[in-house]
């Protein structure tokens, strides 16, 4: 099978496991009564829209969006990471399929398959613990993650990760540290660390031309949000109404920015963002000074 078969094999089945998420999420959904309200609200459209076009420009979605949900007092934090990937998978899809299909030509099909396996391996083992956390360990899990997305984005306003190099592919060692890095990066994603900048960063340092990036992180968040996501619904551990609204608003940001705009200079806004999301992380690590701890469990004689 040529890298042009297994390219194409890859897209459609981005396109049926696409079907197969929103089934899932509906059949689940509408087999329980609804104890929240599910109609959407403009307002969390209007900002996944928003985020989303950003997003599709390298931005980043999850940190931005748990700030906002933080100030606004949204949701239970606890029901902030499930939210994240429940609301935006769908418009990871979109993402994948087109950065797949225009940026990934030429390149080794062995990496991109083996480095999106890697993070849903990672995520499928992640969720099931994230869905059982108690809200402070969630709070204490988020605070840090969004310390370490400013990071990420200070790093990225200052230039510090544009490095790469210009392989089309991995082998040997630095596919294995590839696999490895992101295995770990996919288990965060569950508790709301964004995999995009951190996968950039990593297939970067291995030496792989940045470009090719894109493919990478997107089609590895389109292959194990689904995963993870089924299990925050099944957990009711978000919110339904906030979820819906999100992936309404975010395909036509995605569709936008990747086909219109594509590109834009972002400078000012990087630095609005890591200013956003290290208020917010300050804000989640203190309610999560103020969340008691569990009772300890007591021993049975």
């Known amino acids: 099978m040529t890298s042009t078969h297994v390219l194409y094999l890859l ?73 994240l ?106 508790i709301g660390l964004g995999l995009y900048g951190p996968c950039l960063i990593l297939v970067s340092l291995l030496g792989m031309d940045p470009r090719y990036a894109f493919p990478i992180m997107m089609g590895s968040c389109a292959f194990l949000m689904p995963i993870c996501s089924v299990r925050f619904v099944r957990s009711q551990r978000y919110n339904a109404q906030a979820a819906i609204g999100m992936a309404l608003g975010a395909v036509p940001g995605v569709l936008v920015a990747a086909l219109i705009v594509k590109s834009m200079p972002l400078f000012w806004l990087r630095w609005l963002v890591v200013v956003v999301v290290l208020y917010a992380a300050m804000l989640m690590l203190l309610s999560a000074r103020r969340t008691p701890s569990p009772a300890p469990v007591p021993e049975s004689n």
């Not at 079907?19 to 900002?47: F, G, N, V």
């Not at 969006?65 to 239970?76: C, E, G, N, V, Y």
């Open 11 to 83: 897209l459609a089945s981005l396109v049926l496991f696409a079907a197969w998420y929103l089934w899932r999420w509906y059949a689940i959904e509408h087999s329980r009564p609804s104890t929240e309200p599910r109609k959407p609200r403009l307002l969390d459209a209007l900002m996944s829209l928003v985020i989303n076009f950003f997003d599709t420009l390298g931005i980043g979605s999850f940190a931005p969006t748990t700030a906002i949900f933080k100030l606004q007092k949204r949701m239970p934090d606890e029901q902030i990471p499930g939210t």
């Open 85 to 190: 990937n429940v609301g935006y998978t769908l418009p990871t899809f979109v993402q994948a399929i087109i950065f797949i299909y225009l940026l990934w030509s030429g390149a080794d099909a062995l990496t991109l398959v083996a480095m999106i396996a890697a993070a849903v391996l990672g995520a499928w083992l992640g969720a099931g613990v994230v869905a059982r956390m108690p809200r402070r360990a969630i709070q204490i899990g988020l605070g840090t993650v969004l310390l370490v997305a400013a990071y990420l984005f200070f790093s990225a306003a200052m230039g510090w990760s544009t490095a790469g190099g210009m392989a089309t592919g991995l082998t040997g060692g630095r596919l294995i540290l590839g696999l490895c890095g992101n295995f770990v990066l996919g288990a965060l994603m569950t």
